[in-house]
């Protein structure tokens, strides 16, 4: 386990330095701030950014790489990404389901704030008790941890981790979620892909059937 961390060293210490920000952020600000900070600098860019790095954690992402795996990289990983979602998606569920936390816009409502928060257009804010934790962060990190620990290449570590991040910030941006959700998610995320990886590991025969792609067998034929 301890190779694994080494590793995957450019994702884990930019992600170290997220967990040290947000924590710092969670200390020194109230809730809700960061969403004020984005509703009063939001800019056209980042409102179309930040919709489209929002859909990375979502169901048409996982299809297309799953896809890509099976032809291209491994049986593996086209039956790991799948797993790993199914685990987030019934973690987040349970979670979210346990601490039934005010969203946002639920809120900011409560506090008779909402009436200065610039939306961002076509975004369908979601409201009630499930907040905590981001399920989209959850969903971002585990995905792009996954593959990060998959290909073990530094650079590619580097590029997820990015990714991941930006998931999580859109939660923010998009006023979806608190920053202690998305810090939450983020971690509950990365813990996820590296049980799932272990658990994929334990037997690590090179020649096990699962480590074929469908690509190479249709050239067979």
Known sequence: MLNRFKENITFLIPFLLFIIISIFILLNYEQGDALKYFSNNRTTFGDDFFKIVTQLAEEKIYILLILLALFFVSYKLAIMIPTMALTVMILSYGLKQYFFKRRPVLYFR??????????????????GNSSFPSGHTMSGFALFGLISLYFKNKILSFICLIFALLVGISRIYLFQHFVKDVLFGAVLGVLVAYIIDYIFNINNNKNHWWNNRLIDRLKKK
Do not use: A, C, K, P
């Open 110 to 127: 409560e506090m008779d704030w909402l009436d200065e928060i610039n939306f961002v257009d076509g975004v369908h804010v979601i409201d």
